[in-house]
């Protein structure tokens, strides 16, 4: 069976940075596209990046791009989120997400697509 677990959340301030992971048990890690999504209370959820099963096939939501570097390790199983000059409408409940794929396509942005879910992170922001 397919897990993912989140990590990495906290409380900061603007500007600030944190480091999300997406570790990954279970089946082929290789073969999965991951995506990272967010939801704030009162809000939809929201896609932030993904990542294919080529590190350079790589997507970003439009607010974070410049901001936020997806990656991932296939031999640790985790895929990370870097987030830099943290704002204040981050502020959200990060999940990660998998997807099993043959071909090395860019990764979904909607989250009906992906297969497994992780429980979340909470990443809070102050101003």
């Known amino acids: 069976q397919v897990k993912l677990v989140e990590s990495g959340g906290g409380l900061v301030r603007t500007g600030d940075s944190l480091r999300l992971s997406c570790v990954v048990s279970g089946g082929t890690f290789s073969r999965y596209a991951v995506g990272w999504f967010r939801q704030a209370p009162g809000q939809e959820r929201q896609f932030v990046a993904g990542?294919?099963?080529?590190?350079?096939?790589?997507v970003y939501e439009d607010s974070v791009k410049g901001r936020f570097s997806i990656s991932r390790d296939n031999d640790k199983r985790t895929v990370y989120l870097q987030m830099n000059s943290l704002k204040p409408e981050d502020t959200a409940l990060y999940y990660c997400a998998a997807k099993s794929v043959i071909v090395t396509v860019s990764p979904p942005e909607q989250g009906g697509s992906y297969d497994y879910w992780g429980q979340g992170t909470q990443v809070t922001v102050s101003s």
């Open positions: 990542i294919g099963r080529r590190t350079g096939d790589t």
